[in-house]
């Protein structure tokens, strides 16, 4: 049995996901060390729970006689006609949000920004402002067909913005707020105004969208979220670039129906919609020419450090050296010394007690711990080579040794120095890149493929793929999440199972 899982700690509910096979005998204990180190991640990482109450386990079950059909193949997509094809490289190409290819006049990205109101005790598009440099412009909906028809007007309010936007030219469009507020409303709309095929998202685990593109085939647009590029709120961000914000402060009357009888009220309104969509392209603008001017290229050798950007300048330092190459594979390194050794190695720790402050972490029970006493772990040599002089001794087990190199000098020195010489936009900028260095390398491998389903093919999906969510769109279509990158070992063992039931 496949499983995916929602977990429970204290009175909050939090779904991950996790490829375990399991079956009638399998214990809990058992259960819990395949998962126990993802569920201590997230809970490490912002949740803030630390007694997990109780487990509630969804499985795929492989006694089911459609689920028996599953094989495992080397290489190529995954279909839902009963065959698994193992891949990791779905969507791995389009996991980040390329640059704008433009010049320095900016001209081919808008900007865009919904308002809703709440209607019939739902929250609904009212308007849609956007903005492309040489105009800016916002739609309104039809007040008069609220009351009658509400899907109507909606629906009427958005062909007006995508019949604008495919006349535009525009193919890179940006949102503040793509991520979860805007991102929904406007996947459901391209959905119910053009064939689901010609729409695709990239969405992460939270469920929150990272782009939204629709293939015309002579024309791509694609909806891309400015917050995930300038992680600020928008006011923060066009203080930052220097431009003007918000004119006006929202007003709670902008909810109510009784906007549209107040023609005053009403005009505010659109001059507060409006100017979120200016203000996000004048700051975006800002931005890019700051791009095109000065990170063109950058020096090769700069040796500027600061404590301020430690994680990056670790990268740099010439005696804190990148692995690069695989040299060697050691299965046996009892004749080798630590000092002689680069790479990642298999050791048995003692770390006496008199080590008063333990500086070598260690994975226990899902915490990180700093211990002392011995143990068995997998470190890094120049990890393992800075605290032997506090007292830690070491026999090396066995090892992955690889060649040493400065990878990373030129980058860093490039952006550092934007950063100690410039205030502002610049400075924000050059911070932007040093600080995302390091976070890149550490990101999780859960991939996730976006794809919309006719609701009559819904069960075809549910047995031949593993569904990490299930959007439901319209009557018509409904958004799978599904894994795009499956554990190999796991596949194995399926196989293995349906090769002997069969």
Same mark, same amino acid.
């Given at each position: ?21 399991i ?15 993802? *569920? ?22 492989? @006694? ?6 599953i ?28 640059? %704008?290819?433009? @010049? ?20 609904? #598009?009212?308007? %849609? ?15 008069? =067909? ?7 007007? *909606? ?42 095929? =010609? *729409?695709?998202?990239l ?27 300038? #992680? ?14 918000k ?32 203000a ?18 950058y ?21 804190n ?6 040299i ?14 680069f ?8 770390? #006496? ?11 226990y029970?899902?915490?990180? %711990? ?41 980058? *860093? ?6 950063k ?43 047995s031949s ?38």
């Amino acid at each position: 049995m496949y499983k995916e899982m929602a977990e429970m700690a204290g009175s909050m509910e939090y779904n991950f996901h996790h490829n375990v096979l399991i079956n009638s005998t399998t214990t809990f204990n058992q259960y819990y060390k395949e998962v126990g180190d993802l *569920v201590n991640h997230k809970l490490e990482h912002g949740y803030g729970a630390e007694v997990i109450e109780y487990y509630k386990v969804k499985v795929w079950n492989l @006694d089911l006689m459609q689920n028996a059909k599953i094989k495992l193949h080397n290489k190529g997509r995954i279909d839902f006609l009963g065959y698994r094809k193992y891949s990791t490289s779905i969507t791995k190409s389009n996991i980040a949000i390329n640059p %704008i290819k433009v @010049d320095k006049t900016c001209s081919n990205f808008a900007t865009m920004d919904l308002e809703t109101m709440n209607i019939n005790g739902n929250q609904e #598009p009212v308007a %849609i402002s956007a903005c492309n440099g040489k105009s800016s412009k916002v739609f309104v909906i039809d007040h008069t =067909l609220i009351h009658s028809s509400p899907d109507l007007a *909606v629906n009427k309010l958005w062909k007006e913005y995508f019949d604008y936007l495919l006349k535009s030219g525009m193919d890179v469009i940006f949102a503040h707020n793509l991520g979860s507020f805007d991102g929904y409303f406007l996947y459901k709309a391209l959905i119910n105004h053009f064939y689901p095929v =010609l *729409v695709a998202a990239l969405i992460d685990e939270s469920k929150s969208f990272i782009s939204i593109s629709l293939n015309l085939g002579t024309l791509k647009i694609v909806f891309k979220d400015s917050l995930r590029i300038f #992680p600020v709120s928008l006011d923060n961000l066009c203080q930052i670039f220097k431009v003007k914000g918000k004119l006006v402060k929202y007003d709670i009357r902008f909810n109510d129906l009784s906007l549209f009888t107040n023609s005053r009220l009403w005009g505010t309104f659109k001059s507060y919609a409006l100017q979120d969509a200016v203000a996000l392209y004048k700051a975006l603008q800002v931005a890019q020419g700051i791009y095109f001017d000065y990170y063109k290229a950058y020096v090769t050798d700069a040796k500027y450090f600061d404590v301020n950007s430690l994680y990056s300048n670790a990268m740099t330092l010439k005696h804190n050296p990148m692995p690069l190459n695989l040299i060697k594979v050691h299965k046996n390194m009892d004749n080798l010394k630590l000092e002689d050794f680069f790479g990642y190695v298999k050791v048995e720790v003692i770390c #006496p007690k008199s080590v008063t402050r333990p500086m070598l972490p260690f994975k226990y029970q899902g915490k990180t %711990i700093y211990p002392t006493g011995n143990w068995i772990a997998t470190y890094f040599s120049e990890e393992l080579k800075a605290v032997q002089m506090l007292g830690y001794q070491f026999r090396l087990i066995k090892g992955y040794e690889f060649s040493k190199a400065n990878i990373f000098n030129s980058y *860093v020195h490039h952006f550092f120095n934007i950063k100690l010489n410039s205030t502002g936009a610049q400075k924000a900028i050059a911070k932007l890149h040093l600080n995302g260095l390091y976070g890149y390398f550490g990101r999780r491998q859960d991939l996730i493929e976006t794809v919309n389903v006719n609701n009559s093919s819904i069960s075809k999906y549910l047995s031949s793929r593993i569904v990490k969510e299930l959007l439901k769109i319209n009557d018509n279509y409904s958004t799978f999440l599904l894994s795009a990158n499956i554990n190999h070992n796991v596949l194995r063992n399926l196989n293995m199972i349906c090769e002997s039931a069969t």
